[in-house]
């Protein structure tokens, strides 16, 4: 079993569906939540980021982390064209240690 | 510069040549990371220094590859006899402290033929 499990998707919607994109690990120690998003030939860009429990809004998006159940999710609310990219979720147990990344899940929002 | 500058940004070689990919982080970010993303095996964690601090190669897959990181600054990541599964993209990113808000370079595609 992989430390972190992302469905590599695609993940095709219509402009202004509610999209969520989620992710399972395994290791309980991970503390620290990430999302980030990848545009074809591109580095990664940081769009959420979580400490431990809870919930976390930022204008359309929204991450939730649940360690009972070893499971974060990023909500997309009135996804849009420009929101077409892979979204990657990452995690680490320190601040300041190298992240562990799931594979990427590809969302195409069609217009 | 203004974010991380990764050079080349694309790299054909031959099946056992050299080669070095280079990185020059943000001004002021102590922290440095090398990873690897190949298709449809999502990024992998290679190396990761941090200040003066011995760095954590805990990542590197084999001992032809090597990073090094010269003034707390520029980092170059060598392949020494390129195979063809080292062909991906090489990530480098960069981040002030512990912070885990990571800037990614736009990578080095690295094509081994």
């Known amino acids: 079993q992989k430390e972190v499990e992302q469905d590599p998707g695609p993940l095709s919607v219509p402009e202004g569906a509610i999209v969520s994109l989620n992710c399972t690990y395994s290791n309980s120690a991970f503390q620290y939540f990430m999302w980030y998003r990848q545009y074809s030939r591109k580095g990664p860009e940081l769009l959420m980021y979580t400490y431990s429990s809870g919930n976390k809004e930022d204008g359309r998006f929204t991450a939730q982390v649940d360690k009972s159940s070893k499971y974060i999710s990023l909500f997309i609310r009135d996804s849009q064209p420009s929101d077409s990219a892979t979204y990657l979720c990452?995690?680490?147990?320190?601040?300041?240690?190298?992240?562990?990344f799931g594979k990427g899940t590809t969302l195409s929002v069609s217009s | 510069g203004a974010g991380v500058s990764q050079s080349p940004s694309n790299k054909v070689t031959e099946k056992g040549k050299d080669v070095e990919l280079r990185c020059d982080p943000i001004?002021?970010?102590?922290?440095l990371y090398w990873y690897r993303q190949s298709l449809g095996q999502g990024l992998e964690f290679l190396i990761y220094?941090?200040?003066?601090?011995?760095?954590?190669k805990s990542g590197l897959p084999s001992d032809r590859f090597s990073a090094e990181r010269t003034g707390g600054s520029v980092s170059t990541l060598t392949i020494q006899r390129t195979q063809q599964e080292d062909s991906a993209v090489y990530l480098c990113?960069?981040?002030?402290?512990?912070?885990?808000?990571?800037?990614f370079g736009s990578g080095t595609r690295l094509t081994v033929v």
């Open positions: 990452a995690m680490s147990t320190q601040a300041g240690t190298a992240l562990i």
């Open positions: 220094f941090q200040g003066n601090s011995a760095p954590d």
């Open positions: 001004s002021g970010h102590t922290a």
């Open positions: 990113a960069s981040s002030f402290g512990t912070d885990h808000g990571y800037t």
